[in-house]
T-cell receptor, first 114, second 114 residues
């Protein structure tokens, strides 16, 4: 079974530019989550999709962040415009059920905003 | 508060035991987890414990849970250089929006000295 795939693995952009991160969950997993770890801080929840619907987006920091999951398969997380404080590692995870047990995380995308 | 606390660094000699400690916040957390992140890799679920258990052993790993004190520990017996990684403690929180989120500590960087 293929794991959760994220790309790019690294991205370096200038402040004010736009970046789009992509996550391909495990096939058949209805639940998809985004988390991020800003440097030196905890890994924080951003949002949760069930199929194509946003179940919980309480962790999204502001309206510069837009997540989509068209068709209930892969998801994208767009940051526009990027700010310096957006630098960090963005993790995606998927699961079959809604509980936290059974999460599988991807390797993450390291975003650096300069 | 909402912080999961763990020490940031631990250094041990190869062959010794490592003990990583964590305090969590929500007494209603059903599952508590230990994740491992090796350099350049994603978050790997190492082990978990259900909240009605006091201890769980899995080969070289022993998890102890003290619900009264909200204290979780991970003991790695016969620590090897391949155990060098960042270890994250995480608890499950129900967001109230139909979503179970993981709340992570900042991670403990374990360095194993040959």
């Amino acid at each position: 079974e293929a794991g959760v795939t994220q790309f790019p693995s690294h991205s370096v952009i200038e402040k004010g530019q736009t970046v789009t991160l992509r996550c391909d969950p495990i096939s058949g997993h209805d639940n998809l989550y985004w988390y991020r770890r800003v440097m030196g801080k905890e890994i924080k929840f951003l949002l949760h999709f069930v199929k194509e619907s946003k179940q919980d987006e309480s962790g999204m920091p502001n309206n510069r962040f837009l997540a989509e999951r068209t068709g209930g398969t892969y998801s994208t997380l767009k940051v526009q415009p990027a700010e310096l404080e957006d630098s960090g590692v963005y993790f995606c995870a998927s699961s079959h059920g809604r509980g936290s047990y059974g999460y599988t995380f991807g390797s993450g995308t390291r975003l650096t905003v300069v | 508060g909402e912080d999961v606390e763990q020490s940031l660094f631990l250094s041990v000699r190869e062959g010794d035991s490592s003990v990583i400690n964590c305090t969590y916040t929500d007494s209603s957390s059903t599952y508590l987890y230990w994740y491992k992140q090796e350099p350049g890799a994603g978050l790997q679920l190492l082990t978990y414990i259900f909240s009605n258990m006091d201890m769980k052993q899995d080969q070289r790993l022993t998890v102890l849970l003290n619900k009264k004190d909200k204290h979780l520990s991970l003991r790695i017996a016969d620590t090897q250089t391949g155990d060098s990684a960042i270890y994250f403690c995480a608890e499950t929180l129900y967001s109230g929006a139909g979503s179970y989120q993981l709340t992570f500590g900042k991670g403990t960087k374990l360095s194993v000295i040959p």
